[in-house]
């Protein structure tokens, strides 16, 4: 058997998965640097502009709001992915042999613009690093010393920060960490491993890890900027919000089930953590976020959840593993490896899958 692109048939079917290996490793080191222009930021900019014209056009209609987004959404996650499906057959099959190392390496460098694995872990640590020492009693008492942190976790929650005391900051530095945990690397890479398995399996013609996980990042980054529930956006934001959500419905649900496991706890405990976590996730509005941010709660026995600030609206979301300890700093450092741990995990199974198709080869 040989990849979906002539000219690359060295490690056969095991050869995507090194691939995803190797942007997952990139990932790890050098991020998401400003530096350089990031897919995402192409694609806000695209999304800003058809949002625009589509409330040029469809005005306050409901109706043609909806069809407005729906374009949206297809010309957005489509042009992605057939993007990155280009981009995937130019480097492993059209491009000319001198170019063609030059052109692996785009190819790897665009996989790991789809993983949010290092940028998370330091937009977290931030926050972390922002708090005063001391225990939890100091953070309270040092209201004047919180600014850095309330600033470091406005960038990555929706939340307002600007009257969250210590113990706030934490369970909000928490809730991101494993929400985002899901969104921003297990969703993209499992979209990844489907690809690669695509092309193990000798589907030549079908989108592979960069295709699918472009895909996958439109998605989410239309979610991000038009999914929500206020103005024209209730319904100009629809198509994208329910497409994320089917999109991000079976990685999250795998990484309950997976992530007791790479807590190193037994079957029966892991169990009783994935009935729990859902118990506790299914009254949240959203059919994923609560449901990742509880396994994290119940696998690192800390309390989720409560009283959010959103502008002048107060949200209730549902307690997680209520009657456990608040966060704290150890435990969101904890909750940062334990992702780092289970992304290994998710590496060696999808490993040990494409060992599998070369021995059934």
């Known amino acids: 058997m040989t990849l979906p692109c002539s000219g690359v048939d060295s490690f056969t079917g095991i050869h995507p998965f090194l691939l995803v290996i190797a942007a997952t490793g990139l990932d790890r080191l050098v991020g998401d640097p400003r530096w350089c222009l990031h897919p995402v930021v192409v694609m806000g900019w695209w999304i800003r502009r058809l949002r625009n014209l589509a409330e040029q056009w469809a005005g306050d209609r409901r109706w043609a709001l909806?069809?407005?987004?729906?374009?949206?959404?297809?010309?957005?996650?489509?042009?992605?992915?057939?993007?990155?499906?280009?981009?995937?057959?130019?480097?492993?099959?059209?491009?000319?042999?001198?170019?063609?190392?030059?052109?692996?390496?785009?190819?790897?460098?665009?996989?790991?613009?789809?993983?949010?694995?290092?940028?998370?872990?330091?937009?977290?640590?931030?926050?972390?690093?922002?708090?005063?020492?001391?225990?939890?009693?100091?953070?309270?008492?040092?209201?004047?010393?919180?600014?850095?942190?309330?600033?470091?976790?406005?960038?990555?929650?929706?939340?307002?920060?600007?009257?969250?005391?210590?113990?706030?900051?934490?369970?909000?530095?928490?809730?991101?960490?494993?929400?985002?945990?899901?969104?921003?690397?297990?969703?993209?890479?499992?979209?990844?491993?489907?690809?690669?398995v695509l092309w193990s399996v000798g589907v030549s013609a079908a989108p592979g890890p960069l295709a699918l996980a472009w895909a996958f990042k439109a998605a989410s980054t239309l979610d991000s900027m038009l999914g929500y529930r206020q103005g024209r956006l209730r319904w100009l934001g629809t198509a994208g919000a329910r497409l994320d959500d089917l999109l991000v419905w079976l990685p999250c649900r795998l990484v309950v089930l997976s992530l007791p496991l790479a807590a190193a706890m037994g079957l029966r405990r892991s169990w009783q953590m994935v009935v729990a976590a859902e118990r506790d996730g299914r009254p949240d509005p959203s059919p994923n976020a609560g449901l990742s941010q509880a396994i994290y709660a119940h696998v690192l026995q800390i309390q989720l959840g409560g009283m959010n600030r959103y502008g002048d609206q107060l949200k209730t979301k549902p307690l997680l593993a209520a009657g456990c300890p608040a966060p704290t700093a150890a435990k969101v450092h904890a909750m940062l490896q334990l992702s780092q741990r289970l992304e290994l995990l998710w590496l060696l199974a999808g490993l040990c899958v494409g060992v599998a198709v070369v021995g059934a080869q």
């Not at 959404?73 to 042009?79: A, P």
């Not at 099959?93 to 030059?102: D, K, N, T, Y």
């Not at 920060?161 to 969104?183: F, K």
């Open 66 to 196: 909806r069809l407005s987004g729906g374009v949206i959404t297809v010309l957005l996650v489509g042009s992605s992915g057939g993007i990155g499906w280009l981009l995937e057959r130019w480097a492993l099959g059209q491009a000319l042999p001198e170019v063609r190392p030059l052109a692996v390496v785009l190819l790897l460098i665009a996989l790991a613009s789809a993983l949010a694995g290092r940028s998370l872990e330091q937009a977290v640590k931030a926050v972390l690093q922002a708090l005063p020492p001391g225990g939890q009693g100091q953070l309270e008492a040092a209201e004047a010393q919180l600014e850095p942190a309330r600033t470091a976790l406005s960038w990555i929650v929706g939340r307002s920060t600007g009257q969250l005391d210590g113990a706030g900051i934490l369970r909000a530095a928490a809730e991101t960490a494993s929400e985002n945990a899901v969104d921003g690397l297990f969703a993209p890479l499992f979209w990844m491993l489907v690809g690669a």
